[in-house]
């Protein structure tokens, strides 16, 4: 498997447009975490899925940002509008937790977005 | 209080020495433990987990729970300089929402 791949790496966007960004997970995992992280803060959940049902979002900063997953191989993560202090590292992580055990979550490479 | 707490360094140790790297948490359901490293500009790995109070040991790494103090540590033995990275201190809830500490950024100097 390829691991969990993230999409685009790299984002520069202006201040006010609307940012996607996008995660597989791997194959078979059936939790998918979204996390930010700045220098200031460390790394936050901001939402995570079970069986690509939304299970908690209390992590999410404001109503500019929005989180789905369509499918078990497919979540996304939306700012509208963004600011520029959305600046930060995404991160996307999924695992899987068969009865009785608890395994790691494998992190995709990041998405590094800069708003200006 | 934050749910996972690391003291955020920056920690030093010589080439060859140990380095400990604490944690500690609120949540008593916790169950699970992990340690991440995390170098400059790369995501996070796990490099230890432990679920269990004691020691767990995995060549240089010990991974050691106290459940009762709450209390999560982790030695590195042999310090290597490629030991150079960002700790991350982790805890699984019952809910399964894994929670992350702001991590511990460790130097060993050759």
């Known amino acids: 498997d390829a691991g969990v791949i993230q999409s685009p790496r790299h984002e520069v966007t202006e201040m006010g447009q609307e940012v996607t960004l996008r995660c597989k997970p791997i194959?078979?995992?059936?939790?998918l975490f979204w996390y930010r992280q700045t220098m200031m803060r460390g790394l936050e959940l901001l939402i995570y899925?079970?069986?690509?049902?939304?299970?908690?979002d209390s992590g999410m900063p404001e109503d500019r940002f929005s989180a789905k997953m369509p499918n078990a191989s497919f979540s996304t993560l939306k700012i509208q509008p963004s600011e520029p202090r959305d600046s930060a590292v995404y991160f996307c992580?999924?695992?899987?937790?068969?009865?009785?055990?608890?395994?790691?979550?494998?992190f995709g490479q990041g998405t590094r977005l800069t708003v200006v | 209080q934050k749910e996972v707490e690391q003291n955020s360094g920056p920690l030093s140790v010589p080439e060859g020495a140990i380095a400990s790297l604490n944690c500690t948490y609120s949540d008593r359901g916790s169950q699970s433990f992990f340690w991440y490293r995390q170098y400059s500009g790369k995501s996070p790995e796990l490099i230890m987990s432990i679920y269990s109070n004691g020691d767990k040991e995995d060549g240089r790494f010990t991974a050691q729970l106290n459940k009762a103090s709450q209390y999560v540590s982790l030695l590195i033995r042999d310090s290597q300089p490629s030991d150079s990275a960002t700790y991350l201190c982790?805890?699984?809830?019952?809910?399964?929402?894994?929670?992350f500490g702001s991590g511990t950024q460790l130097t060993v100097l050759p």
């Open positions: 899925f079970n069986n690509n049902v939304p299970i908690d």
């Open positions: 982790a805890l699984l809830r019952s809910a399964r929402q894994l929670t």
């Open positions: 992580a999924s695992s899987f937790f068969p009865r009785g055990v608890n395994t790691e979550a494998f």
């Open positions: 194959s078979g995992h059936d939790y």
